[in-house]
Nanobody, 123 residues
Framework: QVQLVESGGGLVQAGGSLRLSCAASGRTFSNYAMGWFRQAPGKEREFVAG????????YYADSVKGRFTISRDNAKSTVYLQMNSLKPEDTAVYYCAADFYGAGNPNRNYEYWGQGTQVTVSS
């Protein structure tokens, strides 16, 4: 089992920045690709960003490319999502997820999920 705990969400004005963190425990973190997903009210959950086990490969949804950056620190068993130039349409609950020996791309079946952290962007 892998336990994932997100933090860093909050209320920010449009154009502002937030940095989300996801701390993992329970298994060898470096054996898991990690992803960030989000779900807005009334919408399906969508992929935001993913990162390979080593951190050498990243993937982004078109809607966040150039504004969001995913990174990881395997020594700290933590994955981050730096979000800049935030827009009201970025408002959602953000979830991190782990994929055992995955690649971090959006089409994988992520096995473990955190509880989510709320991000609200005001206009």
């Amino acid at each position: 089992q892998v336990q994932l705990v997100e933090s860093g969400g909050g209320l920010v004005q449009a154009g502002g920045s937030l940095r989300l963190s996801c701390a993992a425990s329970g298994r060898t973190f470096s054996n898991y690709a990690m992803g960030w997903f989000r779900q807005a009210p009334g919408k399906e959950r969508e992929f935001v960003a993913g990162i390979s086990m080593s951190g050498g490969t990243t993937y982004y949804a078109d809607s966040v490319k150039g504004r969001f950056t995913i990174s990881r620190d395997n020594a700290k068993s933590t994955v981050y999502l730096q979000m800049n130039s935030l827009k009201p349409e970025d408002t959602a609950v953000y979830y991190c997820a782990a994929d055992f020996y995955g690649a971090g791309n959006p089409n994988r079946n992520y096995e473990y999920w955190g509880q989510g952290t709320q991000v609200t962007v005001s206009s």
